[in-house]
Each structure stands twice: as C-alpha cells, then as structure tokens.
DNA sequence: ATCCACATGTAAGGCGTTACATGATTGG
DNA sequence: CCAATCATGTAACGCCTTACATGTGGAT
C-alpha cells in the first residue's frame, strides 16, 4: 500500500472532515502551500488513487448541474495516517535561490553580497506580511497545531529578514571573499 | 539559452576556478547540498548540456589510468551567471514533513502535538550541530558570503530547536484543537 | 453580457533521485 | 588483497508543475 509523499497531505485534511478536490485545493493554498504545496494537477489524479486504494471514498454530490465529488476518509484511511503520522518525519527539503546567489556571491563586485541579503531579507519581510494577514482571518486559538504552524512561518520569516539586515550591516563593514572555492579540491 | 535551475549552481561554482563533476558533487555536498541539493544523475548530464550550450569547456585530464574531465567556465558562461545573478531569486520551495505532521496533528490524541513538535526540533538542532562542524572543518573569514550562508543555517536552526521548545512548553498547558478544520468549507 | 467563483480533469514535459554499472588508484 | 576513494556515466522511475480543456452558476 504505497501512498505518495502528498497523498498523506490528502488525508490529513479529510480527517478534518469530507471535502472536494476544489475545496482542499483552497485549504492547501492558505496553510500546507508554504512547507508543502500541492497543485490540481496533483490532488485530483492522487484523490482518484487514494480511492482505488480504498484509504478515501468518493461520493458525487452535484450542486445544481456542477458535477461535485465529496471524499471522505475510510477506516483503512485513517488507519495509514495514523502510521504516517507516528513514523518519523523524513522529507526535510529546501530550494532557495536567494541563499544560493548569496552563496555563490563571493567574487562578485562590491556591493552583490549586500544586494543578495537585501533581497532575501524583503523576501522574508512579504512573506511574514501575507501570512499574519492570513493570521487575522482566521483567528481562532494560538495554540491549535494548525495555527501553530502559521506562527512558526510568521515568526521563523521575521527573524530572517532580521538576520538578512543584520548580516548585511555587518558585512558592509569588511567584505571578504569566497572560502569554499579555496577548499574542495 | 535556457539554462536549468541546478545548472547555475554548476556555472557558480565553475566560476570559482576548474573543476571534475566529481569534485563539484563533493563541494555541494558540505555547502548547497543544504538549500540546493544535486545529485550525480543531475550533475554529470546538465555539465554536458552546459559544454555543448558553451557555457563551460571540459578537458580531459586523465590521472593515471583514471579518465578524469575538468570544467572552465567559458566567457559566454560567465555572462549568462551574471546575468542570472542579476535577476531577482524566484524559486523558494520548502517540502517539511515534520511541518506537515505537526500541522495535521490537531484531532489527534493528546501529546501528539508535542512529539512532532520535539521532533522538529531535535531534526533541527542535529542539522545545526553538523552545519557547526563543517564550519569549525573549513575555518575561514566568517563574513565570507559562502561562510555567511553556513552561519545562516546554523543561526536558523539554533532558532527552530528554541522555538520548537518553547512552543511545547506553551502548548503543553492548553491544548487546542484545529483551526483550519472548521474554515475552507 | 460579462466576469468571477465553482468544479473537474488531462497531457506534456521538467526536474530530480535512486539504483545500477564500470573501472582505476591508494593506503592499510 | 581489500576497502575506501576517485571518477564517470545511464536508465528507470517518481513527483510535480504548467498549460490546456470544459462547463455551471451567480452577481453586476
């Protein structure tokens, strides 16, 4: 019974309660979407196959002549979850262009290093922006684990673009060159 | 000319001087590996691709017995990273499963909150303890922009294994259910 | 009428990993 | 002699995004 890395991200928010492909694509969109995003182009084949799996069924529930499917989470559903969930977390993945151009910054005129933690920093700084505004419209108790999370990215954003602008001050003063292009060879 | 993503990486460290696939792979493995990773099955083919673009040169440098090809950045390499390093940073991708359990935790026994969010944790204060001795191993000026990303992944980390901490502790006293279960529908 | 939100899907292609295959050299 | 390191590469496959395709219902 092989489930895909975000099939369990499926999952997870049936257990919340059924819910269509459309509707899990929004809930993604505003919470899951920043440590792990999810497309439609994913989420209604993966649904399709989580159901031939018998973890979720599917129950057609037209709204008006709009074709709906409602999935909700089956017993056996439930029960991978909850192996998932008790398996330690393994994925732990990171692409980030701003700290590879700042990495590879070292050589570059004066000035590029700067630029680089600036631009990481602002970065940081919108994205710690939008998610507070998602923060308001929710509301809710600080301390549910969903919202947990979204005072994690908030918090973990603002202390970037602090670090970003700190780093930067600090540089300014006494830039210097690339070190791992000496080593490794 | 489209170059890929990881193929920057590749242009960026040519641009430190010459070098094999094989001593890129080791090089990214101890710095980018951490917010850009690359494999063998990706470096070997794009540095081709690279070569017959006419970004980078490869010669054959045989040592010994052993075939051994070493990579130059050409002119028309070094405009095209340039040019890329000019342009703002637009890939930040994060896939965090600890995130995601912590996330998907609400609804589910009591203390489940806290063991993903130790768990994160823990992951995080390992990641900073190896990135602390890759940074005692390659020594150097601290405000080197490749060292800085090296002490930004420390510092981060440091920062998470806290926060994790503190938010168990908070958490412990009142715990909540989901927020996000009841909104998107 | 027109636009937006609702709703579902598929096809092509990009990017990347894993596993496999091969062989030379060096140090113990 | 054996293990680790040096060195290069390919094939299969998984995962995911983008773009396309299609249609309904409600609000202005």
Known sequence: MEVSPTGYVL???LNW???????????VDRSTRFFWAASYGQIYPELKRLEGQGLISGESEPRGGRSRNVYSLTDRGRAELSAWMKRPPEIFETRNEGLLKLFLAGGEPAGEVERHLSEMGEHAEQLAQRLRQIQGEVGGEKQAADLLCLRFGIELNEW???WCERAAAEHEKEPK???FAARGR
């Open 11 to 13: 999952l997870g928010v």
């Open 17 to 27: 309660g059924p819910r269509t492909g459309y509707e899990i694509k929004q809930l």
């Open 160 to 162: 970037v673009a602090e």
């Open 177 to 179: 060159a690339a070190v």
